[in-house]
Structures are given as C-alpha cells and as structure tokens.
Nanobody
C-alpha cells in the first residue's frame, strides 16, 4: 500500500539548518504533487512548500520564502525540504503529503524544534 516516511527532524539552534526527507512507496510517485505541511502546537496545519509532479514548479508559504527549498528525485521516489536560517517559529511537526486527483497520502510526521 501507499506509504510516506519522513526523516531528518530534530533539535537545532536558531539560524541553523535541517534537511527533511520523505521516502515514498506503493504508488506512482512521479505522477503526484508533493507538499510539505507543518503543524505547530495549538495551531492549524500550514502549507510550507509544494512541488509539482515533474518538479517544474514550486511554491512556498510567505513565512519560509528565501529560507526553505523543496526538491524531488523521481528516480528515487523522494522529496526533500532544505531548511536554512531556522527560526523558533519554525518549530512544528512536519508532514509529507502526496496528491493526485482524488488520491491523497500522508506521512506520520517528523518533529522539528528550533531552540537555543
């Protein structure tokens, strides 16, 4: 069955970097738009970054523009989120999502904590 597994979260100091990765299996990855979402404690889920199936187009939340970069490797069925210049307000659980027409898959999430 379809599966998304995130990795790369952890504790980092403000100004630091982390790279999240999401490994996909069980579906035709290259057909799916991939999105990173996050949910901070007590807040609604927020779209962080999205990349189209071919990787030709990306979009970002205003709060992460210029600091985060989403990329994908369709040969390896992976999508990554490079996060630089991290801020305490980036602290959240980050989720990987795959969507194609009515099909919608989610990972279990990975915790990112930005704190000194």
């Amino acid at each position: 069955q379809a599966q998304l597994v995130e990795s790369g979260g952890g504790l980092v100091q403000p100004g630091g970097s982390l790279r999240l990765s999401c490994a996909a299996s069980g579906f035709h990855f290259s057909m799916y738009t991939m999105t990173w979402y996050r949910r901070a404690l007590g807040k609604e889920r927020e779209l962080v970054a999205r990349i189209t199936s071919t990787g030709s187009s990306t979009n970002y939340a205003d709060s992460v523009k210029g600091r985060f970069t989403i990329s994908r490797d369709n040969a390896k069925n992976t999508v990554a989120l490079q996060m630089d210049n991290l801020k305490p307000e980036d602290t959240a659980v980050y989720f990987c999502n795959a969507r194609f027409t009515l099909k919608d898959y989610w990972g279990q999430g990975t915790q990112v904590t930005v704190s000194s």
